[in-house]
């Protein structure tokens, strides 16, 4: 029995002997094509991106890969080349990458967080962002950018700033946090999904005295993946516990619980889009208002049009005043993928308006449309400038009764009157909302009054009544 188990604890020895001193080897090699097909996949619905594996010397436990970003994008490269962060090749910009590739089956060596480098995996890929990217180096940043490669193909991310104060006199800007900034991601190999969870304690962003604005608490989680014509689905939520904001000689304004929720879901080709978005007050200096609500979707974008409008926008370059002077068609790239987007008669819907002031609430819906046209009429709207006739739509607004009458006060003496209405003006306005209530202009409710719009068949109506023809 004794004699059993030395052998049984011998062979067990062995096999980890294997794995932490041979293993990394033959890991190393195939941590090699999958780092180059990591890259191949990752930018491979990217137009205006391309990367290369110029470079892999592979070690026992760990390699050194070097990396060559070819930036096309019209927008993009000649950012990065004004700013020196890439070197020209014509019109494109390259940056060149160098990055540390730890290999399993127990990637321990690699700089990267406990969770990281005890999970078994081909390798841990370290960016060194620190050497690759010149502002955080001219900074000296403490910066962490590691990904995990798993044997599922699972990709798990970990990136992390420590706490700074950036300081640019020149341009008297200085930026700073308290709490590090972190981010926790995971993908499939393909990039085909995408959970991602980051926060930061405060971030500070302050200008010339007395100009600044101050994050708290930010926190981001993205749960999405990959639909038709490479169109993300799936939700995300934005949260800050407060957004301030300060100008000089204008004190403070401040949003607190800001929360930022969007959905997007697929059915037959065309993607709809929900947002909710909450704020529980304002304040600016005295004045406090809230909570506040919007419920915004946009629905029928066609995936296909809109990812062909994506690859048209990353090739085209804005244009400048002397060609539209001269004519040109300059919108002429995004004529087509436009149009194939009013097809599908895409259009706004505002579910939910609530916004609760300290004279009461203004509330309201609405939603607005591209009518059903085929191509050829589309377009001879559009070139006799037609636009609101190919619109369809209505809404409705509401407000409490002291709004109503400080609307118009603000509209007749064109300040907004402070404290309260003196008996006087107040009669005065009382006056003036019944005269256009009488007229069908106004409908009064309840606590207050509200207004209905509709366009339709190129015909403006208030409250059913037609206003303007167009």
């Known amino acids: 029995m004794k004699k059993k188990l030395?052998?049984?604890?011998?062979?067990?020895?062995?096999?980890?002997?294997?794995?932490?001193?041979?293993?990394?080897?033959?890991?190393?090699?195939?941590?090699?094509?999958?780092?180059?097909?990591?890259?191949?996949?990752?930018?491979?619905?990217?137009?205006?991106?391309?990367?290369?594996?110029?470079?892999f010397e592979r070690g026992w436990y760990q390699s050194r890969a070097e990396v060559t970003l070819t930036i096309s994008d019209a927008t993009l490269a000649p950012m990065l080349l004004e700013l020196?962060?890439?070197?020209?090749d014509g019109d494109n910009a390259l940056i060149r990458l160098r990055e540390g590739v730890h290999h399993g089956?127990?990637?321990?060596?690699?700089?990267?967080?406990?969770?990281?480098?005890?999970?078994?995996?081909?390798?841990?890929?370290?960016?060194?962002?620190?050497?690759?990217?010149?502002?955080?180096?001219?900074?000296?940043?403490?910066?962490?950018?590691?990904?995990?490669?798993?044997?599922?193909?699972?990709?798990?991310?970990?990136?992390?700033?420590?706490p700074f104060d950036v300081r640019n006199e020149e341009e008297q800007l200085r930026i700073s946090t308290r709490e590090p900034i972190s981010a926790e991601w995971g993908s499939d190999r393909r990039f085909n999904r995408l959970d991602l969870r980051a926060r930061v304690g405060e971030l500070r962003i302050q200008g010339e005295p007395g100009v600044g604005i101050v994050l708290e608490n930010p926190w981001l989680t993205i749960n999405q993946r990959r639909g038709p014509s490479d169109i993300w689905l799936g939700g995300s939520e934005l949260r800050l516990a407060a957004v301030e904001t300060r100008l000089p000689?204008?004190?403070?304004?401040?949003?607190?619980?800001?929360?930022?929720?969007?959905?997007?879901?697929?059915?037959?080709?065309?993607?709809?889009?929900?947002?909710?978005?909450?704020?529980?007050?304002?304040?600016?200096?005295?004045?406090?208002?809230?909570?506040?609500?919007?419920?915004?979707?946009?629905?029928?974008?066609?995936?296909?049009s809109?990812?062909?409008?994506?690859?048209?926008?990353?090739?085209?370059?804005?244009?400048?005043?002397?060609?539209?002077?001269?004519?040109?068609?300059?919108?002429?790239?995004?004529?087509?993928?436009?149009?194939?987007?009013?097809?599908?008669?895409?259009?706004?819907?505002?579910?939910?308006?609530?916004?609760?002031?300290?004279?009461?609430?203004?509330?309201g819906e609405g939603r607005v449309q591209l009518i059903e046209l085929d191509a050829r009429s589309l377009e001879e709207h559009l070139e006799a400038g037609q636009y609101l006739q190919l619109l369809d739509g209505e809404a409705r607004i509401g407000a409490a009764r002291d709004l109503a009458r400080r609307a118009l006060?603000?509209?007749?003496?064109?300040?907004?009157?402070?404290?309260?209405?003196?008996?006087?003006?107040?009669?005065?306005?009382?006056?003036?909302?019944?005269?256009?209530?009488?007229?069908?202009?106004?409908s009064e409710t309840e606590d207050g009054y509200e207004i209905r719009l509709e366009l339709r068949d190129g015909v403006l109506r208030i409250n059913e009544r037609e206003i303007l023809r167009f």
């Open 249 to 304: 000689g204008e004190g403070r304004t401040r949003l607190e619980n800001l929360v930022w929720a969007t959905s997007a879901g697929e059915r037959n080709g065309l993607v709809d889009q929900e947002h909710e978005i909450r704020v529980e007050a304002l304040r600016m200096d005295d004045f406090v208002a809230g909570p506040a609500a919007l419920d915004v979707d946009l629905f029928n974008l066609h995936a296909e």
């Open 6 to 55: 030395i052998k049984w604890l011998g062979g067990l020895v062995v096999v980890i002997l294997l794995l932490v001193l041979v293993a990394p080897a033959g890991v190393g090699m195939l941590a090699e094509g999958r780092y180059k097909q990591l890259w191949g996949d990752m930018l491979a619905s990217e137009p205006g991106m391309q990367a290369e594996v110029t470079g």
């Open 306 to 363: 809109l990812s062909r409008l994506q690859e048209a926008l990353s090739d085209w370059s804005a244009p400048d005043a002397e060609a539209m002077l001269d004519g040109e068609d300059v919108f002429a790239p995004l004529r087509g993928p436009i149009l194939d987007l009013a097809m599908h008669q895409p259009g706004v819907r505002i579910k939910r308006l609530d916004i609760q002031l300290p004279g009461g609430a203004i509330t």
């Open 409 to 442: 006060a603000m509209s007749l003496l064109g300040r907004l009157p402070e404290g309260e209405l003196e008996d006087d003006l107040a009669e005065l306005m009382d006056m003036q909302l019944a005269a256009a209530v009488a007229e069908g202009m106004l």
């Open 105 to 162: 089956p127990v990637p321990f060596t690699a700089p990267a967080p406990f969770w990281q480098r005890w999970r078994p995996g081909f390798a841990i890929v370290d960016s060194r962002l620190d050497e690759n990217i010149p502002i955080i180096a001219e900074h000296g940043l403490d910066v962490v950018s590691t990904v995990h490669m798993g044997l599922t193909g699972r990709l798990n991310g970990f990136f992390e700033i420590a």
């Open 84 to 88: 020196g962060w890439g070197e020209a």
